[in-house]
Structure formats: structure tokens, C-alpha cells
């Protein structure tokens, strides 16, 4: 029999954070947006002080930080994504059906047969995350992807593992879960739902007019309804199902100048180049974009292009061509850029990727790009790249509470007095 489990990081970016500072358990921390701007997590003590509200500015809440002494960091990407990645690598010991959802969750298919302890093995997937890599995590397992979450979703209130496989135990958690957090569903969906008199997970499970519902949600709301019923219809998705990936980031300072832009794209393009590269993949093109500061009064600019290329490629510097001739395209002088980005689309795995007879590089860069990645892997992310990427990058975004990375730069190591 197979089973869902959906596995969900705790807090992500704060657990990270706590990973190297074990000063820092039962403490408030909260981690910032890009250029320091809002609050965007917190651990449950912050939250229990009275912080909490998503993308609340920064400043606002400033002086009630120094009042309860919350831990304040900047958003640590590199440090996310690699304690991420290793989150991950933990889940594939236990089935090599993996579905990575986003940065701090996954799906992981479990074949399980008979007798099989589904609570004993969520325990298990809990104990090894956290034994080698120290993020807290809970485990939902259930028959469908949209019950896993469900069961993770009440795991918060057990032991951090909440299994849904009998019928009548997954008719109990749905009578008193609302309709509005299902997983697909939405505020503006539930409205909808609300009116047709169907306020609970249940009672959108047991709706016998499919015609209804799928005028209101569409066929998705019809697969979703399935899925509370124990009938998959969301499988496991793999990584080369990709459809698009990208870089895009707020800039520290609005950028005037036409060669700040483009180092920024070019820095994006190499970075969402690597992406391809991890998963064996190639793209076939590419939209790159720069915009204004909303948020500010005056004339606001929105530019965004694409470009196609004849073969698939995950090329660092095609990618960055691809992102300047964009740029030449979009870019209005006389205006304070806040934000760029870089966006790959058409993603296929790399051996099935058809080469187009007439290019005039027909490897891709391919030695050079595995070379620079080599060396990359082993000294740090960018310890080499290319030059249209700048070498200052003043534009880069303010982070002034970043913390260490801890597991990507040597010189960051932590270290260990005897």
C-alpha cells in the first residue's frame, strides 16, 4: 500500500538560524526580508511576545524588539537553501519518491505493507532529520497529497506526526478542519464555498454536485474534492517536471545606471544557470525583468521581455547574453530600479534535449561550466564567475544583521576551541 507523507520544517528560517547558535533555543528570534525591509518568520516565543504579523516593516516593530531582546537576522539564503538541500537528502534514505515542494517542505512516497507502523516511521523521519541536520520537523502521512497536508497540518498539535489512513479517523480531523486552510483551496475559494453552505473539510468532502463544484473551483476543485475522498489525483511531481526556475532580488539602493542593471542580471542569470545545472536540466528560454519601487511616489516602470534560444542550454554565459540583450530592450533611462530578475522557462532534462544542427556550439560550454562548478562546490558559491557579474556589487541588498554561512565558506566555519 502506498501512502503520502508531507514533511514540514519548523519555523525554517529561524531553525536555521538556531542550528549554529544553541544559545539561542527557547529564545525570540524573528528573520528579516530583503534589505532588511519586514518581518517575514518567527520562532513561537517571538510569537508568543505578541510578533507575528507577516511583512510587518521592520521598523515599526523595532522598539518592541529591543524591549523583549528578540534575536533580529537578515535573510541567509545561501545558509537556507543548503540546510534545505540537506533536509532533503535525509528523506531520500527513506524512499527515493521525493517530491521537493518548496524550500522547507516535501512529499515523500511511502510503500508501506502490512503492519507497517506509519506513526513509529513519521517518528523515525523526525529523529533523522533532526539527528543530522538539527531542524525540528512535522510529518503528516495520509492516502493523498492534499490528506498529508491535512495530517501535517494537525501534527503541530500531537507529536509532530499525525497519520490519516483509516476512514473514519480521517472524517473525524475533517468535520473540525476548515475548509479555507485545505491546501489549494483560498480565502476567495472558501468564500464561494461558504455560500453553498460548505464551511468544513468534511462537508466539501461529502458535496454530492460535481457540476457545482467544479463552475465554482473549476477541475481543480473537483481533484481536491477527490483527494479528501482518498482517491489520488496530484502525483508526485520529479524534478526534471520543472517548468520554470529564476534569481530575482530587491536591490540595497534604487540603480539609475544601465551597467548596474547589468551586472545584477548577469548575476542573476548565473545563479538560475546553476539551478539548471544541479538537476541535469536545460532551458529554452528565458525572461529577465526590472522594476521601480512601488512604494515610492513619483513615475513608476515596469519591463519585462523575453528571449528564445535555437537549443537547449544551461550555460552560464549564454544565459547572461540572454539577459543583456533583454535589458538593451526594457531599460528606460531617467528611472530608480528597486528590483530585477531573471526567469528560465521551457525546462527539459538535459538527455532528452534535441541539439539544433546548425549551432555553432553544439557542447554547451559544458567542460568550462563543469569546471567553474567543480571549483565552486569546493571553495564557496561565486569564488569564481564572470566578470559582467562586477566584482563590488554595491547593488547587492542590505543585509546588516546576515548571519555566518555556516556551511558553504570555509572562512565562516564555526570553530571549535578544545
Not at 485545505?182 to 476567495?188: D, E, F, K, L, Y
Not at 468534511?202 to 474534492?225: A, C, S
Request: net charge positive; charged share 25%; proline share 4%.
Amino acid at each position: 500500500m502506498k501512502y503520502v507523507a508531507l514533511v514540514d520544517c519548523n519555523s525554517f528560517y529561524c531553525s536555521c538560524e538556531k542550528i549554529f547558535r544553541p544559545e539561542l533555543r527557547n529564545r525570540p528570534v524573528i528573520v528579516l526580508s530583503n534589505n532588511d525591509g519586514a518581518a517575514i518568520a518567527f520562532t513561537k516565543e517571538a510569537k508568543a511576545l505578541g510578533f507575528g504579523q507577516m511583512c510587518e516593516a521592520f521598523f515599526k516593530i523595532r522598539d518592541r524588539v529591543q524591549k523583549h531582546n528578540v534575536t533580529v537576522f537578515s535573510s541567509n539564503y545561501t545558509l537556507y537553501d543548503d540546510i534545505s538541500k540537506r533536509v532533503m537528502n535525509v528523506l531520500r534514505e527513506f524512499s527515493p519518491h521525493v517530491e521537493v515542494y518548496s524550500v522547507d517542505e516535501a512529499f515523500v512516497e511511502i510503500d508501506a505493507g502490512p503492519g507497517v507502523d506509519l506513526e513509529a516511521l513519521g517518528q523515525r523521519m523526525r529523529l533523522e532529520i533532526f539527528r543530522k541536520v538539527g531542524m525540528p520537523v512535522g510529518v503528516g502521512i495520509s492516502r493523498t497529497k492534499v490528506l498529508a497536508k491535512v495530517a501535517n497540518k494537525l501534527s503541530k498539535k500531537h507529536t509532530g506526526v499525525c497519520v490519516l489512513v483509516e476512514e473514519a479517523e480521517i472524517d473525524r480531523a475533517l468535520r473540525s478542519f476548515p475548509v479555507r486552510d485545505i491546501w489549494g483551496v483560498g480565502a476567495r475559494s472558501a468564500v464561494k464555498l461558504n455560500l453553498i453552505d460548505i464551511k468544513t473539510a468534511y462537508e466539501f468532502k461529502v458535496f454530492d454536485n460535481p457540476t457545482m463544484i467544479q463552475k465554482l473551483l473549476t477541475k481543480v476543485g473537483r481533484e481536491i474534492q477527490d483527494e479528501l475522498r482518498g482517491i489520488n489525483c496530484l502525483s508526485l511531481e520529479a524534478p526534471e517536471d520543472k517548468k520554470n526556475t529564476g534569481n530575482s532580488r530587491s536591490f540595497g539602493y534604487d540603480l539609475f545606471t544601465k551597467s548596474e542593471l547589468r551586472e545584477a542580471l548577469a548575476q542573476f542569470a548565473s545563479n538560475a544557470a546553476q539551478k539548471l545545472r544541479n538537476q541535469q536540466s536545460v532551458c529554452f528560454s528565458m525572461s529577465a525583468f526590472i522594476c521601480t519601487n512601488p512604494f515610492k511616489s513619483g513615475p513608476q516602470y515596469f519591463g519585462e521581455a523575453g528571449v528564445r534560444f535555437t537549443s537547449g542550454t544551461s550555460d552560464t554565459l549564454k544565459l547572461i547574453a540572454g539577459a543583456h540583450e533583454i535589458l538593451d530592450e526594457i531599460y528606460r533611462p531617467g528611472h530608480g530600479y528597486k528590483k530585477g530578475g531573471v526567469l528560465l522557462n521551457h525546462i527539459v532534462p538535459k538527455n532528452e534535449c534535441q541539439m539544433d544542427l546548425f549551432t555553432s556550439d553544439p557542447s554547451d560550454n559544458g567542460p568550462l561550466n563543469q569546471v567553474v562548478d567543480v571549483i565552486n562546490r569546493k571553495f564557496g558559491p561565486h569564488t569564481i564567475k564572470s566578470a559582467a557579474c562586477g566584482i563590488q556589487q554595491e547593488w547587492k541588498t542590505i543585509r546588516a544583521h546576515v548571519s555566518r554561512q555556516y556551511t558553504t565558506e570555509w572562512s565562516e566555519l564555526l570553530e571549535v576551541e578544545l
